[in-house]
T-cell receptor, first 113, second 114 residues
Framework: DAKTTQPPSMDCAEGRAANLPCNHS???????VYWYRQIHSQGPQYIIH???NNETNEMASLIITEDRKSSTLILPHATLRDTAVYYC??????????????FGKGTKLSVIP | KAGVTQTPRYLIKTRGQQVTLSCSPI?????VSWYQQTPGQGLQFLFE???????NKGNFPGRFSGRQFSNSRSEMNVSTLELGDSALYLC?????????????FGPGTRLTVL
């Protein structure tokens, strides 16, 4: 699976949009971008994933560049409860085969009151 | 639908002992994966089970083992505990019905080895 690069930390004012970047310049055509977050000492929480089109769900939006070498996770109105470590993961899609998630160090997002 | 559950949530053991952790996947999920999280190494993959068979294994010593039952529940066992085994152990389940299947994590078991 392709490697990802994320800034180690970011701050965001409460109520503003949080934009978390991820670089995955070696991504290949069948690799998906997944985002998880982990609030202190809890299990990682799935947020969103995408291949090449922008995706939106109730939690966030995922913007993937046309060349697919980078993406941005957008939390539209950050709250204090969004303070967490955010992980960007690239993984190959499998039919029904086994896969593992390779976590990097992620981005520590701090939402400031 | 209930999420992934893990028991116990907290555990304290001493060096040399063994420990068994349990994971109940989301109903209908047949794949269970285990991860170890430590401050130094981050989140690392241990192994994955599907239909009672281990299909994938990370780079951990043989002291770490697991199994899956016919109802998809899974256990992992660590024998001859070492101080370095202190970690948050996470279990994740997935349906594996599509190529973009998502893993959903449980709350973890915090193991402390004294």
């Amino acid at each position: 699976d392709a490697k990802t690069t994320q800034p180690p930390s970011m701050d965001c004012a409460e109520g503003r949009a949080a934009n978390l970047p991820c670089n995955h310049s070696t991504i290949s055509g069948n690799e998906y971008v997944y985002w998880y977050r982990q609030i202190h000492s809890q299990g990682p929480q799935y947020i969103i994933h995408g291949l090449k089109n922008n995706e939106t769900n109730e939690m966030a939006s995922l913007i993937i560049t046309e060349d697919r070498k980078s993406s941005t996770l957008i939390l539209p109105h950050a709250t204090l409860r969004d303070t967490a470590v955010y992980y960007c993961i690239v993984r190959v899609a499998h039919g029904a085969g086994s896969y593992q998630l390779t976590f990097g160090k992620g981005t520590k997002l701090s939402v400031i009151p | 639908k209930a999420g992934v559950t893990q028991t116990p949530r907290y555990l304290i053991k001493t060096r040399g002992q063994q420990v068994t952790l349990s994971c109940s996947p989301i109903s209908g999920h047949r794949s269970v994966s285990w991860y170890q999280q430590t401050p130094g190494q981050g989140l690392q993959f241990l192994f994955e089970y599907f239909s009672e068979t281990q299909r994938n294994k990370g780079n951990f010593p043989g002291r770490f083992s697991g199994r899956q039952f016919s109802n998809s529940r899974s256990e992992m066992n660590v024998s001859t505990l070492e101080l370095g085994d202190s970690a948050l152990y996470l279990c994740a389940s997935s349906q594996l019905v599509s190529s973009t299947d998502t893993q959903y994590f449980g709350p973890g078991t915090r193991l402390t080895v004294l």
